[in-house]
Structure formats: C-alpha cells, structure tokens
C-alpha cells in the first residue's frame, strides 16, 4: 500500500510504502475526512470535506452536522474495513474537536483517532 501523503523513497527510486496496516487504513481514514466532495475527478462525491467546516458557525449545529458527515462518509468509503463505533464532535472555542472510535475489520481491533479543526 502506498504511504499518504505520497512520499518518494530515495534508497529504492520509488513510491514509500506504509508497512503497517493499521497505520495504512489511518492514512486512508484521513483522505476520505480530508478530501472535499468534487476535489477528485473521477470520483467526484468521494470524500467528507471535514475542512470547509472551518467556514461554518461555531456552534452546535454546526458539531451535529460534522457527527453525521463523518459517520456517513466513513461508512460509505471505509466501511468494508473499518466499523465506525462512535463519532463525537464537539465545539471548543475556535475549532471542533472531532473523536473517532473504529474497528478494523480484519483484526478485530478497536482504534481511536483525535482530530482538530480550527474554525
């Protein structure tokens, strides 16, 4: 699997590749959250868009919109890898504090990944 963000590995003149799978289906965690809907083109509803959250309120409303749009987007891309749990996302001064509780699937291990987004 190649490694995110695309690295060039200078001993071997090729792609870096992530060893490790939980690590690898991290990477993959933060490209579906990461990526806005339209920015891939021949996948154009592929991704979450968590960043142009950083135009929204900071409020409530806004927590409980980011909660559903993580969760869906999470299941949608990653669901026959991963079983997302849990998602909470709340708002604290300037940014929201997005927690994920997943499973990986294939070793029937829960992980958890913190996230900010400054707003």
């Not at 490209?31 to 891939?40: C, K, M, T, Y």
């Not at 969760?71 to 909470?88: P, R, T």
Request: hydrophobic letters at 45%.
């Amino acid at each position: 699997s190649i490694k995110y963000p695309f690295a060039v590995d200078k001993g071997a003149h090729a792609l870096m590749e992530e060893q490790e799978y939980d690590a690898h289906v991290r990477q993959l965690i933060l490209q579906v959250l990461f990526v806005a809907p339209g920015e891939r083109i021949n996948r154009p509803d592929f991704g979450c868009g968590l960043r142009r959250m950083v135009f929204a309120p900071n409020s409530e409303a806004t927590a409980n919109l980011t909660q559903v749009m993580v969760f869906q987007s999470l299941q949608k891309w990653l669901g026959s890898l991963i079983e997302v749990i849990d998602v909470k996302v709340t708002t604290v001064e300037e940014r929201l504090e997005v927690g994920i509780v997943y499973l990986l699937k294939a070793r029937q291990e829960r992980r958890y990944l913190n996230l900010e987004v400054a707003l």
